[in-house]
Nanobody, 125 residues
Framework: QVQLVESGGGLVQAGGSLRLSCVAS???????MGWFRQAPGKEREFVSA????????YYLDSVRGRFTISRDNAKNTVYLQMNSLKPEDTAVYYC???????????????????WGQGTQVTVSS
């Protein structure tokens, strides 16, 4: 059983930065590690993903250039550096892990089989 634990959320003013971390425990291979978010009254949406094989990063258009995803394979950890935060980035952010044989639809939540409990990010204007 893989467990994902997120940290790094908090309250920040618009224009500020936060760094989210997600540690995966348990021995499990993966194809993608991803970040999704869900704001009150809205559906969960894809934010970013990283290929565990080649390190390629993928982003939601509205965060590209502001957010950077990275990984540390040895520590089974994925990071999301969030800069120039905006009030519309306010949401609960979830870390997710796909199976090694998952498809390539990294932007779809169905691709992922393990989820963290979420960490709150609040950006004040």
């Amino acid at each position: 059983q893989v467990q994902l634990v997120e940290s790094g959320g908090g309250l920040v003013q618009a224009g500020g930065s936060l760094r989210l971390s997600c540690v995966a425990s348990g021995r499990s291979y993966t194809r993608y590690m991803g970040w999704f978010r869900q704001a009150p009254g809205k559906e969960r949406e894809f934010v970013s993903a990283i290929s565990w094989i080649d390190g390629n990063g993928y982003y939601l258009d509205s965060v590209r250039g502001r957010f950077t995803i990275s990984r540390d394979n040895a520590k089974n950890t994925v990071y999301l550096q969030m800069n120039s935060l905006k009030p519309e980035d306010t949401a609960v952010y979830y870390c997710a892990k796909s199976g090694v044989w998952s498809g390539t639809s990294y932007w779809r939540s169905i691709t992922y089989d393990s989820w963290g409990q979420g960490t709150q990010v609040t950006v004040s204007s």
